[in-house]
């Protein structure tokens, strides 16, 4: 006999990407991406698992239509004027807090590197705030990058859990003083020690604002040793107007 259905059967009428794509995200918040089958997603709808195909062509579309309307809302409050260095820390910040309002989708875009439109469109006004600066070519290319991936870095890192949490230096340093076999010598984890009512608090708004603020003074700094660099000057040693 059949398996039974964990739902009634939907209807080829009601069985829309649209409808097949909220319901995988669902499944996704509740399961994450290990937990989102094809089946499973069947299951939920109450259909067979070939029904979905008519909608989607494979798992990897689907991945790619729930990134794709998670991001659709993404949207960047950024000053019209002002500073560079300040127009890309907000585009910086916007962006990380949008993807942290998804984070299982977060790690579907660094795990099979789906890129979405409102990515892409994200992309585009972050390389026209580079490129007015006075970034061209490679340059700009590789300063976007550098934003993207420092961006995108962080916010799967502190989604993921507590990466180098306090708890995790305590931890280490307890097994030490119980000699739990660790490899390591006292000397080893001196700076550790002394460093510790630091370690212990971690506030990850702190951190982010100052990768942002340290990551575009080094850019501001190269951009002003290139346009030294590459500035005319007169014969007479003078700067040309």
Wanted: proline share 5%; aromatic share 6%; hydrophobic share 45%.
């Amino acid at each position: 006999m059949p398996g039974k259905r964990s739902a009634r059967p939907v209807t080829d009428a009601r069985l829309t990407r649209e409808r097949i794509v909220d319901i995988a995200l669902g499944l996704l918040g509740t399961s994450g991406p290990d937990g989102l089958s094809m089946r499973a997603l069947a299951d939920a709808l109450g259909t067979a698992p070939m029904s979905l195909y008519r909608h989607v062509r494979s798992k990897d579309d689907l991945l790619s239509a729930i990134v794709a309307q998670a991001l659709e809302g993404l949207d960047f409050d950024l000053p019209a004027r002002g500073a560079w260095t300040d127009r890309v820390a907000a585009w910086m910040h916007s962006l990380r807090n949008h993807l942290r309002r998804s984070p299982k989708v977060v790690s579907i875009l660094m795990q099979h590197g789906h890129y979405a439109p409102a990515l892409l469109r994200a992309t585009n006004t972050l390389l026209g705030i580079l490129r007015a600066a006075g970034f061209e070519g490679r340059d700009a290319a590789r300063a976007c990058r550098e934003i993207m991936w420092s961006t995108l870095g962080f916010v799967s890192a502190e989604i993921r859990g507590p990466t180098f949490s306090p708890s995790f230096y305590v931890q280490a340093l307890r097994a030490l003083d119980r000699g739990d076999g660790q490899p390591l010598r006292s000397e080893d984890v001196a700076e550790v020690a002394a460093h510790m009512p630091y370690l212990l608090t971690r506030d990850l708004d702190e951190v982010f604002s100052a990768i942002v603020r340290h990551l575009l003074a080094g850019l501001a700094a190269e951009l002003a040793e290139t346009t030294a660099r590459v500035r005319p000057v007169g014969r007479r040693g003078g700067r040309a107007r």
